[in-house]
Each structure stands twice: as C-alpha cells, then as structure tokens.
C-alpha cells in the first residue's frame, strides 16, 4: 500500500517536470523554424482568394479542417504509439500522401527542425535522440512534421486529445503569425481573431479527432492547388 | 417498390448491393496491344471500338458507359484491369458521368483497380463527374505498378448542374487514387473528401470554382508530357498572380472588386514519387470548358502514344 503511494508520488513528480516539457513543446519560440511558412496564405493573396480580415478568418477556418482531416490521424497514431517502427511507417505513408510539392518540403524542413531541436532539449527522453540518430542515416525517413510532432508528444507524456489539439493550435498560431506579417491584421486585431476561431477549431477537432491513418483526407482541395502554386509567386516572404 | 431517377434500374435495398464487377485484360496478341477478356456486368459496359486512331499506333481505347447515362442511388461498380508487359490502354467515357439523386443515405460507389506491367501505358481519360443535388458518390483507383511502367490519370469533378443553379449541392463525394510501386510501395496516395456536414458548405470551400481537376503523368514513357506541362503551367500562373495593390495597404476596397480580378482557372504542378519519376497537377476552374482546353492542350503531346490526341 505505502509502496503504491510512494510510486504514485513519484509519477505525479514525473508528470509535474513533464509539464514543463510539454509547454515548451508548444512554445512559439521553441526554433522549429515555423515562421517561415504561411501555409498557402501568401499564394492566397496573390490569387485574390483571401484580400481582408473576413476571408482571412474563413481561409484560417478552411485551413484547420483541411488540417484536422489530413494530419490529425499522423498525430494520433504517432502519440498513442511513440515506437520507432510505428513512427517510420507513417511518415513514409504521410510522403506518399503530401503530393504537393510546396507543402510537402514545408511538412519535411519543419518536422526535421522539431526533431533535431527536441533531441537536444528534452534529454531526461534519451529515445528522441536515438531514434534521430538510427534514422538521419536511413534514407528512409523524411522528417513530416505531424508525425514527428506526435511522437514527441507521445514521449513527452501528453495524451493524444491533448496532442491532436495542440496541433490544431499550433496551425493556427503560426498561420495568424504569418497574416500579421503579410499585413492582413495587425497584433491586437490577430489575438482578438485567434480567440474568436478557438470554438470553430475545437469543433474540428473533436471532429476529426482519433482516426486511422486509412482515414486521412483532403477537405479543402483547392488549397492544394493554391499552395502547389507558391513557387511561382514573383515575390515572396514564406517558404510556403 | 422504388424506382430511381433512370427510372429503369430497380433500387437495391440495404445489404442486397452486390458488387457489379467487370474485367478487362490487354495482352500483346502478334505483337499488338489486345483485349484478350472483356466481361463487365449490368450497369456497366465497355465498347472497345476496333480502330481507333491510325494502325501504326499500338493502342487500344476502351469506352465505359453506365446504362441510363449514369450512377443510380446505390449502384456499386467495381472493375479490374490488367495491361500487360508493353502494352497501351486507354479508359475513356462518351459524357461526364452523373451521379443521381441519392435516397436516403445511400452512398454510390465506383471501385478500379488496375496493373500495369512492364513498359505499359495506361491512360485513365474520363468525362468528369457531376453529382447531383444530394447525390452520394465515393470513388476509389488503385494503381499496381512496377518501376517502367507509365500512367496517366484524369479525375475531375464538376459542382453539378451549375447552369441550372445547382452549385455544390450535393451530399458527399469522395475520390481515391493510390498508386503502389512493387512490393505495396505507397508511391501516391490521396483521397478528396467534399462532405455536406462541415463547419463550412462545399461552395464555400469552393470559392466560386466550379471544377476541380487532378491529372497525374507518370512514367518513362511520358517525360516529355510532364516536362511541357510544368513548364507551360508555370509561364500561366506566373502572370495570373501578384501582390493585389488593395492587400498590402490598409485602404483594402471592397471584396467585391476582387472578386472580379480572381484568377479564373488555377493549375499548379507538383512532382512526387522516387526520383522525381511522377507529376501531379492540381486544377481548380470557374468553367467545365476551360479545363477540357487545357487537357486537350497539356496531353496532346500523347498523341504518337494513343493514335488520337485525348479530349479532342
């Protein structure tokens, strides 16, 4: 009995440190390298799909079911599963899967900047950095970002609601970070947004929320098409 | 007893759908690409016209034909095709496909698989699909290749009978294309899912498109066809797209005005698969009539492969 209590102690103190992890996970300034990409808003703007506030908020809308639909099982599968194997298997179906080009370098610079950045930072998981390691040399890992984000979460202790959110929020963050450096909103205009889309993106989470991976699809496949495009823009600030 | 908007085909209930399957084999006969089997079963037909374009070409053009010119609530279609070692196949339709009305929550369902053997060309050339107000329709295609074969695949869908108002009416569509290399190597796998029930409607997410278009070019065969299109759809796009002078300012006009200067037809090109080996294009088009040009225009260069030049 007293034997349990001082293990349950001794996992709760686990989780507390792991919290701190967690957070920092989701932390905008964690170097993953996020701002570099404005997830087809930019190529949006150019096609006069999105020209003010009102159809930013719809494209940001659009984008997050798109996101829930085709991201959210990679996330799912990888947290409820952190393994090697398991990870590698998905990554290689989410290469087969991202088929255009723009988003799919987009998906393998930043989940390959997320695996290398949390190899060195959270070292009390010493498998981030091994599993890094076996396949940095493989050739047949690609780094996606959804599930490299998983599997870190997955490691880090976060339960897979908590994961398949925080990667909804994440989306949104850094797609109203770009819409304020394309000019679209400005700081405070941007937080008031981001709070006013939260009940939408729980909605879409929820809805799409602990699929398989047999299950990941396009909703919005005119983004597809717009993003394929953001390497013919003339100018550009974003990656993608 | 129901009966369906052909008003021919009886309606199948609940678990009595039976799958309708049909087969076509090409095979090399003296040298010559041939249909060697061809079964298909009611609602589907193949017409495999003799000659189809000039007799020094090696290709055969299948037609497929759904009585009652189209899909009925319910009807579930599944096919297999096996082209043979160096062999050409072409799998066109003679009108766009129309799904019906759905009743009740009846989903239609269209299933092909094919194989494609070495140093074989198959080309997948349809009319596009247009789904009726509430209709349901999934659709999946599976590719089995190995590493020189080479494959062309049209699947595009319209917003429905756009010109008498319906635009996005429909209930559910779902389209499937995947393409395995040997040993079951996901190579390309995506999957459109347009459903009713999102937070946003299909016409919504549409944005005034009526049309969407994915035309994917793979193969040896047909690396001179990919490098035109990439090219010729960047010189397109290059000059549709620019900074709007209304974004950057704050002195935005209204959305209206921007509407009108929204680029008509979007394409974009994507290369995918081992080597580079595949292009995708990815099509969204404001009418049915400008993607037919650009099909006509993009893929004339199979033309030498096919005997006819497709969409013409």
Partial sequence: ?240 | MLFTGSGKRKERVGREIEMEKGKVVVEKVRRKSTVTRSFSKYPLKFIIPRKAGPSKTDAVWIYSLTYGGGIVSGDSISVEFTIGDGCTAVLTTQASTKVYKSLGSKCSEQVLEARIGSGALFAVIPDPVTCFATARYSQKQVFRLVSDSSLVVVDWCTSGRHESGEKWDFELYRSTNNIFAEDNQPVFLDTVLLEQSSPASIAERMHDYQVIAMVIIYGPKLKIVQDQVQENVKRMMSQQLHIPSTSLGHHAKTSSHNCLTRPAFIASCSVFGPKGIGVVVRIASTTTESVYRFLQHQLAGMEPLLGVSPYC
């Avoid at chain 1, 079911?65 to 599963?81: I, R």
């Fill in chain 1, 1 to 240: 009995m007293e034997q349990d209590l001082v293990q349950t102690d001794k996992i709760r103190k686990g989780d507390s440190i792991l919290q701190w992890s967690q957070w920092q996970l989701l932390d905008s300034i964690l170097p993953t390298g996020g701002f570099a990409h404005s997830f087809g808003l930019e190529a949006a703007i150019q096609a006069r799909i999105v020209s003010g506030p009102d159809n930013l908020k719809n494209f940001i809308i659009h984008l997050l079911e798109n996101t829930g639909s085709l991201l959210l099982p990679f996330v799912y599968s990888t947290t409820t599963n952190p393994t090697l194997e398991n990870w590698q298997k998905l990554d290689t179906i989410l290469d087969a899967i991202l088929t255009n080009e723009v988003g799919r370098k987009a998906s393998v610079s930043q989940g390959s900047s997320l695996m290398r950045v949390a190899a060195s930072v959270f070292t009390e998981v010493p498998s981030l950095k091994s599993m890094r390691d076996v396949s940095i040399g493989s050739g047949v890992v690609s780094f996606h970002h959804a599930p490299v984000f998983g599997l870190i979460s997955g490691l880090l202790g976060m339960d897979s609601g908590t994961s398949q959110r925080a990667y909804m929020f994440m989306t949104m963050r850094d797609v109203i970070s770009a819409a304020t450096r394309l000019n679209l909103v400005g700081p405070l205009g941007a937080a008031v947004l981001q709070h006013q889309i939260a009940p939408v993106a729980e909605a879409m989470s929820k809805k799409w929320m602990d699929r398989p991976v047999e299950d990941a699809c396009q909703t919005v496949p005119l983004f597809d098409t717009i993003q394929g495009c953001h390497g013919y823009l003339f100018s550009r600030l974003f990656c993608s």
